[in-house]
């Protein structure tokens, strides 16, 4: 194999318009498998690399230590819950990669955008993008150069109040969050934005969690976890649905080894078998580390077919029947009378449902679903916990009822040791949906914005993500703003993304690295460079450090300072920003409709954070106190009602789902056409990346190194379409009119995968989920069920 013209792949093939990563990332990976576990002295190794890759090793490991300690900052590398306040810094591979991709000596400044035009930087791939380290200053795009040159930060606001007042309606604008955003920048951004009179917010949740929050909120009224960290101490039994806690939330390992080792049984469902959820060698663990001894994770490990796992969990639930019948398992009858309904009725739909259609819509045979039934019925306290390999299904909210359905049988909702555990995905963004980005805001909210500053608020939903996309292409929204995030390369269908992209008449991106949001854009586009959660952020007068709060996936609110001296002088925190464009924009807007702009002192709350958190405290249920209760040790816990068995449904109690299953998946349309090349592909992540952050090439746990153009696929669909391990494909997809789109240039990995299913890593992949294949009920696009075909690639010689 030899490298190519990469500016050749960018236009040829049907349906391509993003670049491939630069020839030498196009280069054979090394596969083999990785006989480690999860962790151990790989992840120390691994993460030696990336602090020297970052070029500021001292500086890095110093801010590496203080992540997740009570005067440290909350590591920006998931929403998995901190241990207790004494524990030492918990090691965390991928944390300490998120920390050292973002102290990294690098600078993007104005030379280097004087040096490289735009169109040249759009033949970059996400990695050299990123790898040129931090922005530096706030830049404007001359179109007439072709290129971004600086312009100072008030003209900038006042650059985007002048669009903002000239729309004819606040709905023509969209304002994107990624959930990296702290509560504080949170609350002003949405404050801000309704205020100028819209609920415009697309979220990265869309693409992500919106189905847990939606089918938790029917079944048992909270849109939340049920659980604490605690709880993980007092399980029988956690059953870990579709996800890859090794990469993806690595210090939930640490908990799980525990549960394991006192003898709790883990049950993972995930068509993969992950590294992470089989052995894990906790680097913080000195016996393991010197022995080379590793903790087994999950008991059982099942690995159903991508989408099958409302089947799965419906099987569990109708062998848990047959063994109430031979009395060998008995309902929570007490909790189920005092706190349920619809167990009936759900009863009814399993009994109509055939083992032969669980077993083929799940991919897993009855004896597999009984076995995981005989554990849940012998475990007196059960978990279960769930990611995206549940939620970015078509059926994502059925799965999710399903699953609950399972647990209330047992009584496991509002019972220590036990419950339902969304495991979030970006560090905040569970709390920014709290703080009220939300396109669909509850009448409570809105009410008491209004109340609080007497001026009326909008009760139109908004757009979400997927939405927002059409109203851009619809030519129904022109001005795009974005709090963080990679809007361009984390939504579906790259092609009618970036054409949509190019309609906006301003495009403004909050961020912290360059990429390619930042690139495909239309007639005007601004990049605001903000700091870091690593970085000391001072404001007021006299300069005194703040702090803002997150709120991870237990509820749990707590306060993060940074540590680190900001990468430029110029850079503002996102609070501020916020602060920047609301006030130049309601000084325009505001007066026109009669209200005072002065309704809201921002730079007051800028020059003293507490002044934010004051305001959250006045509208945010479960705030009061905030300040004082913040600068805790662990922060505090938010409420939950179901938690405490208290149902704020429709009905008072937990409500039983009984919805039907989906007549066939993904998998099951197109087993038929499975000779014609059709397999099912999931988007996933690699070990090497945070979403559309690419940090490295390899995989580990996943034995690939060197390329991120793999598609894993099952031997025998291998042999079938006449293909072989080592081979290059590209994937061809249908968007929702037929029309192709293709990714190319995968290598073939033969690997343990149902067959009918394959795996590659998203972002490469965005280009063939379909913009229109999104769950009705939550917007959120299938990323783990798209339609492909493999076809022999003539772009590798
Ligand atoms: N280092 C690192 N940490 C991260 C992120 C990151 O990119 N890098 N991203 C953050 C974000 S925003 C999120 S949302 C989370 C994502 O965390 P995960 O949900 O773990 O992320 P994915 O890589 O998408 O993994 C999906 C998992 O589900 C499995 N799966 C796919 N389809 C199915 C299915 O139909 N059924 C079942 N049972 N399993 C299935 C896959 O094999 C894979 O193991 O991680 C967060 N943390
Ligand atoms: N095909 C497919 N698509 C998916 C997914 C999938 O599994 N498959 N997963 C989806 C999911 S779960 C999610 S959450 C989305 C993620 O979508 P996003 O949240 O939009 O994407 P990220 O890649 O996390 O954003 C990376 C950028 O954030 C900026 N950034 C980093 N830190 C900060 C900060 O502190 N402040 C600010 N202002 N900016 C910062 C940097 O400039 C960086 O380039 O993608 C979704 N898209
Ligand atoms: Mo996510």
Redesign the pocket.
């Known amino acids: 194999m030899s490298s190519r013209d990469p500016s050749a792949d960018t236009s040829d093939a049907a349906g391509v318009d993003v670049p491939l990563a630069d020839p030498e990332r196009t280069r054979a990976p090394s596969v083999a498998p990785y006989a480690g576990p999860a962790g151990g002295w790989g992840a120390l190794h691994s993460v030696g690399r990336h602090v020297a890759h970052s070029r500021a090793p001292l500086k890095g490991v110093r801010s590496l230590l203080a992540t997740n300690q009570p005067h440290g900052f909350d590591c920006p590398?998931?929403?998995w819950g901190d241990a207790s306040a004494d524990s030492s810094f918990a090691f965390c591979e991928?944390g300490a990669?998120?920390v050292a991709w973002e102290v990294t000596a690098k600078r993007v400044t104005r030379d280097f955008f004087a040096r490289h035009s735009v169109s040249e930087l759009l033949t970059w791939d996400d990695y050299r993008l990123e790898d040129q380290g931090r922005l530096t200053e706030p830049m404007r795009y001359d179109a007439t150069r072709d290129r971004y040159v600086p312009i100072g930060w008030d003209d900038a606001f006042a650059l985007i109040a002048e669009h903002l007042a000239a729309l004819d309606d606040p709905n023509r604008a969209l304002f994107y969050t990624s959930?990296r955003a702290s509560n504080e920048a949170a609350y002003l951004y949405q404050l801000f934005v309704r205020l100028y009179g819209t609920n415009n917010f697309p979220d990265?949740s869309n693409m992500?969690?919106e189905a847990s929050g939606v089918g938790m909120q029917v079944s048992l009224g909270v849109s939340k976890g049920t659980v604490r960290l605690e709880d993980f101490e007092q399980a029988d039994a956690i059953f870990v649905?579709?996800?890859?806690?090794g990469?993806?939330?690595?210090r939930m390992l640490g908990d799980l080894a525990h549960a394991a080792k006192r003898g709790a049984a883990i049950v993972t469902?995930?068509?993969?078998k992950?590294r992470g959820l089989e052995r894990f060698a906790d680097p913080q663990d000195k016996r393991e580390m010197l022995t080379g001894a590793s903790q087994p994770i999950s008991s059982r490990y099942f690995q159903?077919?991508?989408?099958?796992?409302m089947a799965a969990v419906r099987g569990i639930s109708k062998a848990l029947f047959a063994l109430e019948t031979a009395g060998r398992f008995t309902p929570d009858r007490e909790f189920i009378a005092a706190y349920t309904q619809g167990l009936e009725a759900w009863r009814t739909a399993i009994d109509a449902t055939s083992w032969e259609s669980l077993e083929a819509q799940s991919g897993l045979t009855r004896a597999d679903m009984e076995a995981a039934a005989e554990v849940y019925a012998g475990a007196e306290r059960v978990i279960a916990t769930w990611?995206?390999?549940?939620t970015?299904?078509l059926h994502a909210v059925g799965s999710v009822r399903e699953i609950v359905n399972l647990l209330l049988l047992g009584g496991h909702i509002g019972r220590p040791g036990a419950g339902a555990c969304p495991?979030?995905?970006?560090s905040n963004?569970q709390g920014d949906r709290t703080m009220g980005i939300d396109e669909r805001a509850p009448a409570w909210l809105i009410d008491a914005l209004e109340s609080r500053y007497g001026v009326p608020m909008p009760r139109q939903p908004g757009h979400n993500t997927v939405n927002a996309l059409h109203a851009l292409e619809a030519g129904q929204a022109e001005v795009f703003i974005a709090l963080g995030g990679n809007f361009t390369r984390a939504t579906p269908d790259s092609l009618r993304t970036e054409a949509a992209m190019r309609r906006t008449r301003l495009n403004v991106q909050i961020s912290t690295k360059l990429n390619r949001s930042h690139l495909v854009i239309g007639e005007d586009a601004l990049i605001l460079p903000c700091l870091g959660r690593s970085e000391i952020d001072r404001q007021g007068p006299q300069a005194l450090p703040q702090a803002i709060s997150v709120e991870d996936s237990m509820s749990m609110v707590h306060g993060s300072a940074g540590r680190v001296e900001p990468a430029s002088a110029h850079l503002r925190s996102e609070p501020a920003i916020v602060a920047g464009i609301a006030e130049a924009t309601l000084a325009r807007v505001l007066p026109s409709r009669g209200i005072d702009p002065g309704v809201v002192d921002w730079q007051a709350m800028i020059a003293d954070y507490d002044r934010i958190r004051d305001e959250i405290a006045a509208v945010i249920p479960g705030f009061d106190d905030f300040n004082a209760r913040l600068h805790r040790p662990r922060g505090f816990w938010l409420a939950n009602a179901a938690s405490e068995r208290r149902f704020a449904t429709l009905s008072g109690r937990a409500e039983f789902a009984a919805e039907p299953l989906p007549e066939a998946v993904l998998h099951q349309q197109l087993a038929a056409r499975r000779d014609d090349g059709w397999l099912t592909l999931?988007?996933?992540?690699s070990?090497d990346?945070?979403?559309t952050?690419v940090y490295g090439y390899d995989d580990r746990y996943r034995g690939v190194k060197g390329q991120r153009r793999v598609l894993f696929v099952n031997p025998q669909d291998l042999a079938r379409l006449g293909l072989a391990d080592g081979e290059w494909v590209d994937l061809v997809g249908l968007d929702h009119q037929g029309t192709p789109r293709r990714a190319p240039a995968f290598r073939l990995v033969s690997y343990d995968i149902p067959a009918g299913c394959c795996?590659a890593y998203?972002p490469e992949t965005n280009a063939l989920v379909p913009l229109e294949s999104a769950g009705a009920d939550t917007g959120t696009p299938s990323?783990?069920?798209v339609a492909v075909r493999l076809e022999r690639s003539t772009r590798i010689v």
């Open positions: 590398g998931c929403a991928n990669k998120a959930g990265c992500c969690h649905f579709g996800q890859n806690p990469t993806n939330h690595p469902f995930n068509p993969l992950e159903p077919k991508m989408g099958g796992d990611a995206m390999g549940i970015q299904h495991v979030r995905g970006h963004v999931q988007s996933l992540r070990h990346q945070y979403n952050t795996a998203y990323s783990k069920a």
